[in-house]
């Protein structure tokens, strides 16, 4: 039996929309589950449910081998990090990362201890007398975690919590929220639009697009084998490269070019799916680009082109390669680094 | 440095402004200080007189009313109390009933917001008779209960304290509900702390609503016991001068002047929390 366990869980709001469709998946004992998504698709709805914020209208939660469907969100023994860290502005660091210690009548002692403790692992130590408005971005951020964390809960759970924080410091946190949970080994489940965010931290991941689990697995099986268009797009940065074409007799045909032997018995219209990561330059190649803008990242460059009907295409080669405006490339895909995926419905065919 | 023609002008207007606040308080003080006579022959005065410990001695003091039973020092102390009962029943109760209209979603939560609101409309004036039955029939007439529990309703308070709690962001409340607190804490440990400088604003109006109550005291009240200072004014110090009542001017303007210390106390008091909260930015 797993640590947590989501049994055909089904939200429908009292106006009718259906936020979360039948949604199962188990997590384990210490794991990091990460949920992306685009906005709205019912990510942080299905965190909810399980911090019991929101009612489960249909299906079952198990945690800990405890069905939560109607027990108390205080009951449930989990911690959770808002957006815009909901720290109660009126005590100081020390009451808040207290607060939910003495509601469950712990001794001061050990409070303190406690406290003292997750502010030290925390680095917010010197912070515990002020008030949360006087605390920088990062600084309010350590401070939620610590909440979280002084209480050793069963879970934690993570709501965007980067996503007010600057590019750079958002890094930082990235970093410091994974280390942290290896260091304390609390299953944890982290909710991001953030693409980036979601591969560097889960264990595993759980691509979820309107109210349904497109995809779930490791950050590096989700990138090497996507199942359907919308995960291949989403997963990715810069995004993947799709190229309408025509899949007949294992022969697909798109935008001038022509690939042979695909590994699939499907027939007719397809999308054709390249990582801009996956070409590189060759004397006589597949794909033929003839560049609009590059894009120096330093150690990349982005080149930006047209082939054929195809506006915008993307190839990333590294930054030592010296490619100007108006130059014609030729490409070609490395190791059969492609997909294909059926246009009707956006499912991997290949 | 240069001062600018409309910093004047800003300046000429609130002196005015000030004088006209400041100018009757310090003619019925100066008035406050002369004898009746001088005040009768003479009108109101702007220069100090030499009577003040004479007069103020003789409101504390001299028993008044009708039966010569009450002192305006026993007036003050019970406007005081109906003020003050009036003002924190008013802030504790309108304080919960928003609690309860904002936090717990019930069936036509909204329709009974709009009636409480609604009794705006309806003043104590407008009912002051079905009041006077009920209160009569309880058997509270002359007593503290009967002067302040009539009034101690507030759509005023309950509107304002609504519109903050809607302020208050819900993930505070969800955070609050994982961290263990019930309704109850959640009213204690947070919407009372947060709301300070609300309650401080709600006390000082009520306060001074309380305070300044005429009507209802003079239909409840039979016992000079209970009389407040604002229907006091008009009853105490008085003359008969060959069997027609005449004020004792300078006696009551002496009772005008105390009459409005506690009120000024409260002011002063809590502005300390007033403008403390307005320093720390704590939302």
């Not at chain 1, 039948?22 to 299905?46: D, I, Q």
């Not at chain 2, 705006?120 to 079905?130: G, K, M, N």
Request: glycine share 6%; hydrophobic share 45%; with cysteine.
């Amino acid at each position: 039996m797993s640590f947590l366990e989501l049994n055909k869980v089904t939200k429908i709001y009292p106006n009718g929309t259906k936020a979360v469709h039948e949604t199962s998946m188990n997590v384990e004992n210490g794991e990091f589950m990460v949920f992306v998504g685009p906005s709205g698709c019912g990510k942080s709805t299905l965190l909810r449910m399980i911090a019991g914020l929101e009612d489960i209208t249909e299906g079952y939660i198990n945690l800990d081998g405890i069905l939560i469907n109607k027990v108390d969100p205080s009951e449930r023994d989990v911690a959770m990090v808002f957006q815009n860290y909901a720290l109660y502005p009126h005590m100081n660091v020390y009451n808040n990362l207290a607060y939910g210690l003495k509601n469950r009548g712990i001794s001061k002692e050990d409070i303190e201890k406690k406290v003292n403790e997750a502010a030290k692992l925390l680095q917010i130590s010197e912070y515990l007398q002020r008030k949360p408005s006087m605390l920088s971005g990062g600084q309010r951020q350590r401070v939620a975690m610590g909440r979280a964390i002084v209480r050793n809960p069963k879970i934690f759970l993570f709501d965007e919590p980067l996503s007010n924080l600057d590019a750079k410091l958002r890094i930082q946190m990235r970093l410091e929220i994974k280390k942290l949970q290896q260091k304390v080994g609390v299953t944890s489940i982290f909710v991001t639009h953030d693409q980036v965010e979601a591969m560097t931290l889960a264990d595993r991941l759980a691509v979820i697009n309107n109210g349904l689990i497109e995809q779930l697995g490791t950050p590096i099986e989700i990138y090497n084998n996507p199942k359907s268009m919308f995960v291949a797009g989403f997963i990715g940065s810069p995004q993947m490269n799709f190229l309408e074409g025509e899949l007949k007799n294992k022969t697909l045909t798109s935008e001038g070019f022509e690939i042979n032997n695909v590994t699939s018995d499907f027939n007719g219209p397809v999308i054709l799916g390249i990582r801009p990561e996956h070409m590189s330059q060759t004397d006589k190649g597949l794909i033929n680009l003839s560049v609009d803008l590059v894009e120096q990242l330093g150690s990349d460059n982005l080149i930006y082109g047209e082939i054929k009907n195809k506006k915008d295409f993307c190839f990333r080669c590294p930054g030592s390669q010296i490619i100007k405006k108006g130059s014609k490339l030729s490409l070609n895909i490395n190791d059969n680094n492609y997909y294909v995926f059926d246009k009707s419905n956006g499912n991997r065919v290949n | 440095m240069k001062i600018k023609f409309s910093q004047i002008l800003a300046h000429i207007v609130l002196i005015l402004g000030v004088l006209l606040m400041v100018i009757p308080i310090w003619l019925s003080f100066a008035s406050s200080t002369h004898d009746t006579i001088t005040i009768l022959k003479e009108g109101m005065q702007f220069g100090l007189g030499d009577q003040l410990t004479r007069n103020y001695n003789e409101v504390l003091n001299e028993k008044g009313g009708w039966s010569e039973e009450v002192t305006a020092a026993k007036m003050f102390i019970n406007s005081f109390i109906m003020a003050l009962g009036i003002a924190t029943l008013k802030v504790i109760i309108s304080a919960m009933s928003a609690y309860a209209l904002v936090y717990f979603r019930f069936k036509f939560a909204v329709p009974i917001f709009w009636l409480i609101f609604i009794t705006l409309l309806v003043p104590l004036e407008v009912r002051i008779f079905p009041s006077y039955k009920i209160v009569s029939d309880l058997g509270l007439t002359n007593s503290y209960t009967g002067l302040v529990l009539p009034l101690v309703a507030s759509a005023t308070a309950t509107f304002f304290f609504r519109q903050f709690y809607k302020t208050i962001p819900d993930e505070l409340l969800e955070s609050a509900k994982l961290d263990g607190a019930n309704s109850w804490r959640f009213f204690i440990d947070f919407l009372v702390p947060l709301s300070k400088t609300m309650i401080a604003a709600m006390f000082i109006f009520m306060f001074v609503y309380g305070y300044s109550q005429y009507l209802w005291p003079l239909i409840m009240t039979t016992s000079e016991e209970y009389w407040t200072v604002v229907m006091g004014m008009k009853i105490i110090f008085t003359e008969s001068y060959e069997g027609v009542a005449l004020p004792r001017t300078a006696e009551r303007f002496a009772y005008i002047i105390l009459s409005m210390i506690p009120p000024v106390l409260v002011v002063v008091f809590l502005q300390k929390w007033f403008i403390k909260g307005l320093i720390q930015t704590e939302k």
